[in-house]
């Protein structure tokens, strides 16, 4: 067992991580090699740059990775002023180790369109699977901090930046068309990151604002079964103090949730939203 800011890590969690970075950084090598690079699609990142490079002077993707990883690995490090971790640094390293080992791979598809969206739902899940190791593959992420720190850009601009004039530089080197894939390959990337690490919604949080409250509780009680936690609220134009209900259901039960307060109480307030991960009693467990 280890400890680290007051949180325990089972050794079983420790090796759990480092074969989520390894794993993630092997799919997004296969996706780099068997889909993006080889249609020229430069959809952000260091890859999108050795994508550039490679065409421009033929130079080795895994190799240019290398060249620009380390170095902002260590600027980060440097700049920033804190440790980024061993797990980090196995994620920057074997990145580009995994884009020479499947430099064989070859184009699955010659199709510019299919590569863009393949090859970025293929990355977005390797990264995704990184992130869950709780690591990175650094490169232009560590850029993106340090132009933040100096900046005062948020990270977000500051990826969006990055990553826009990756996707320019794309079109300025091959064409406008690659350029467009590789704003598609990195949309679908951006959207396959959130799906691994949030999963597919399958319940819904619902905010009730009702003048019948006792009756509202103790009816979705009765016929589904959740549990509601009352919230204290205030109308902005009125000033009055309400209590609002929450109450999270899953996917299922939501069009019974809808009925219920429909009978209840058909002037009621009613805000819906999607909840990824619900952990506790009648759901998953922590």
Known sequence: MTEKNNITYSTKDIIQEYFYVLLGAAIIAFGFNA???PNQVASGGVSGISTILNGLFGWNAGVVQYAFNIPLFIAGVVVLGKSFGLKSFVGTVSLPFFVILFDGVGALTTNALLASLFGGIIVGL?????FKGNASTGGTDLLAQIIT??????LGTSVLLIDGLIA?????????????YALIGLYVTTKTIDLVQLGVSQSKMVYIITNKQEIMRD??????DRGVTKV????GYTGEQKLMLMVVVYQSEFTKLKQVIKTVDPEA????????EVLGKGFKRV
């Open 168 to 180: 320019l530089s794309a079109a300025v080197v091959f064409d406008i068309e690659k350029g467009l």
């Open 35 to 37: 889909f993006l690079f």
């Open 219 to 224: 009816t979705i009680y009765a016929e589904i």
């Open 149 to 154: 720190k100096y900046t005062g850009l948020t």
């Open 232 to 235: 204290p609220a205030f109308g």
């Open 269 to 276: 307030f009613v805000i819906v939203s999607d909840a990824y």
């Open 126 to 130: 390797g990264i995704g699977f990184v």
